[in-house]
T-cell receptor
Framework: GAGVSQSPSNKVTEKGKDVELRCDPI?????LYWYRQSLGQGLEFLIY????????KSGLPSDRFSAERTGGSVSTLTIQRTQQEDSAVYLC?????????????FGDGTRLSIL | KQEVTQIPAALSVPEGENLVLNCSFT??????LQWFRQDPGKGLTSLLL?????REQTSGRLNASLDKSSGRSTLYIAASQPGDSATYLC???????????FGEGTQLTVNP
């Protein structure tokens, strides 16, 4: 079946603009995660959605970052007033169960470049 | 705060060699440990997941071990091939949540 799909695959934008990144998880997966991969920082957790529970937003680096998940499926990560340090690859993952027991399946990511 | 370290940062070997990648973590209160592979420009592919109660997992030429009490895991790759060239990432899930905490990765090059 289809894996985790992310769009766009690449995004170049000017500093100060808002951007939206999209993630389509594997069908039926109830858990969805966003991570950021940047040079010198490695992979960092951003936010986690599980079913209808309140999301775990503890990894979001600032209030310019927000995410939502509509209908328990598609998720959008929004970055407002982008800064150059936001340049990174944003990865989405999904898993088919609650908690940590199930492996996370990753998309190919969105490479974001802020000019 | 959990910290995950991977050694070496980079490794270059001739085809056919057996090799070991190392991962260590500072807080032994983990739920599981997962090894991933990342090819350039791609996302992560899960290779092996070891629950905290397990000691090892095997898949084909790959074997991962876990010593939770000492905070260590190893990924053993037998009879390496050029197609194994990639970055290998180790990540742990803590009992406090489902997020993954990643190491910096080991960049592996297998030369034909």
């Amino acid at each position: 079946g289809a894996g985790v799909s992310q769009s766009p695959s690449n995004k170049v934008t000017e500093k100060g603009k808002d951007v939206e990144l999209r993630c389509d998880p594997i069908s039926g997966h109830t858990a969805l995660y966003w991570y950021r991969q940047s040079l010198g920082q490695g992979l960092e957790f951003l936010i986690y959605f599980q079913g209808n529970s309140a999301p775990d937003k503890s990894g979001l680096p600032s209030d310019r970052f927000s995410a939502e998940r509509t209908g328990g499926s598609v998720s959008t990560l929004t970055i407002q007033r982008t800064q150059q340090e936001d340049s990174a690859v944003y990865l989405c993952a999904s898993s088919d169960g609650q908690g940590a027991a199930r492996p996370q399946h990753f998309g190919d990511g969105t490479r974001l470049s802020i000019l | 705060k959990q910290e995950v370290t991977q050694i070496p940062a980079a490794l270059s070997v001739p085809e056919g060699e057996n090799l070991v990648l190392n991962c260590s973590f500072t807080d032994s209160a983990i739920y599981n440990l997962q090894w991933f592979r990342q090819d350039p420009g791609k996302g992560l592919t899960s290779l092996l997941l070891i629950q905290s109660s397990q000691r090892e997992q095997t898949s084909g030429r790959l074997n991962a071990s876990l010593d939770k009490s000492s905070g260590r895991s190893t990924l053993y790759i037998a009879a390496s091939q050029p197609g194994d060239s990639a970055t290998y990432l180790c990540a742990v899930t803590e009992t406090s949540g489902s997020r993954l905490t990643f190491g910096e990765g080991t960049q592996l090059t297998v030369n034909p």
